[in-house]
């Protein structure tokens, strides 16, 4: 099937691709993974991410400190770490080759071959990219759901809740996916040419022009 909109598909799914790398590396490092209201003193909001817990005063801003130690993490945390470590890796990665294999990028026009295998191993690093970030968050959204609800825990005790970091993990997954897939799309598509659609005018111009020739009196 002839696809004439090629390159806006492929230049959207670079768009999107990006948009989903920025935000996972922005949810590798934002600290609000997990929030916490305490009820006795509603000014502080305690928050928590892969790296860093702070204590957000209504007065005073914000307070972070570094954890001590990574083996000392809950396990939802520590391989969260390496999943988002990975997501953004290939995602980078999926990035470079994707961009070498864009029909707007001049660089080796002639190799079409080489650029379609760019452009699919650049969609599937963006996939696995998208899929090594939404289940570490995922995995910590599960995991916070199951302490909210943990009736061994008095009530007297806070309970952690979903921080913005989650919905931003997401999104960022959401976007990889997408990005990935209308990147494959476009490789199963021929790209119609300017040249090839202007000869195709100029041909069927001509065509018309001895019609009419050949029907005058």
Request: net charge negative.
């Amino acid at each position: 099937m002839a696809v004439v909109y090629r390159p806006m598909m492929q230049l959207s799914g670079i768009l999107f691709s990006l948009l989903g790398w920025v935000l996972s590396c922005l949810t590798t490092y934002l600290p609000q993974w997990k929030n916490l209201n305490l009820e006795l003193n509603e000014l502080e909001i305690w928050t928590m991410g892969l790296w860093q817990a702070c204590v957000v005063q209504e007065e005073g801003g914000m307070q972070c400190k570094d954890f001590d130690s990574f083996l000392a993490l809950p396990p939802e945390l520590r391989i969260s770490r390496i999943l988002m470590f990975f997501s953004n890796g290939s995602g980078l990665l999926g990035l470079l080759l994707s961009g070498f294999g864009l029909d707007c990028l001049k660089i080796g026009e002639r190799q079409q071959e080489q650029k379609k295998r760019l452009l699919l191993f650049g969609g599937m690093l963006f996939w696995i990219s998208g899929i090594t970030a939404v289940v570490p968050v995922s995995w910590v959204a599960h995991s916070t759901v199951q302490e909210f609800w943990d009736e061994n825990i008095p009530d007297i005790v806070p309970r952690w809740d979903f921080g913005e970091a989650l919905f931003v993990g997401w999104l960022a997954g959401f976007c990889l996916i997408l990005g990935g897939s209308l990147l494959n799309c476009t490789i199963c598509s021929t790209e119609v040419h300017p040249s090839a659609v202007h000869y195709a005018a100029a041909e069927q111009q001509d065509q018309c022009q001895r019609l009419e020739t050949e029907t005058r009196p």
